[in-house]
Every structure is written in C-alpha cells, then in structure tokens.
C-alpha cells in the first residue's frame, strides 16, 4: 500500500519562504508523474505543481514563478519551494500523483498558514 508524507509546512509571513517534502512508501514514485496540490477552508482541493518521471514542470498561473517541484529519486521524496508566500497560498498542501492519473490515498497533507 502506498503511503504519503507531507512535511515542512508552518506559518510564515507573507513574502518567506517554505519546502515542503513528500516521502513515499510502498512504492518508487521515480516511475510516476507527480503533483503537489492544496486545499484551503471551504475550497476544493487545486493542483499547484507536477513534475513528469523526467523532471519537466508545470504550474498554474497563480504560482508560477513563485513555486518550484523537484524530486529526489534516491530518496523517494518530492518537494516544492514555495518563494514569495502571499495569504492566498494559505491551506493544507499534499502531494499525489500528478492530476491527469488516478490518485494514491491521500495523506494528512501538511499545513502553511501565510500572515502577518
């Protein structure tokens, strides 16, 4: 069974920085397309990265240029550097498979709260 931890998050004020972390177990995610995604209150969730198997990326408007997704094949994580947080970026991250592929369970997801 594949399981996913999200780590890294906290509360920052707006314009830092956070990376966040994704370790997989019970599978390499080398293999697959990946995504970071977050869920704020009363919001459905929204995909904010993918990364494919060979490392080229893509981000909505709304994090471009502000976001990265990187991946650490050997340790089996996922991370996104999150540059410039504004308030908005506020919610509950996860990662999973990227948005186009069914998704593994979801973890817990880990928590970024931008305020000043």
């Known amino acids: 069974q594949v399981q996913l931890v999200e780590s890294g998050g906290g509360l920052v004020q707006p314009g830092e920085s956070l990376r966040l972390s994704c370790e997989a177990s019970g599978t390499m995610l080398s293999i697959y397309p990946m995504g970071w995604y977050r869920q704020a209150p009363g919001k459905q969730r929204e995909w904010v990265a993918a990364i494919t198997s060979g490392g080229s990326t893509n981000y909505p408007d709304s994090v471009r240029g502000r976001f990265i997704i990187s991946r650490d094949n050997a340790k089996n994580t996922v991370y996104l550097q999150m540059n410039s947080l504004k308030p908005e970026d506020t919610a509950v991250y996860y990662c999973?498979?990227?948005?186009?592929?069914?998704?593994?369970?979801w973890g817990q997801g880990t928590q970024v709260t931008v305020s000043s």
């Open positions: 999973n498979r990227d948005p186009s592929r069914l998704p593994f369970t």
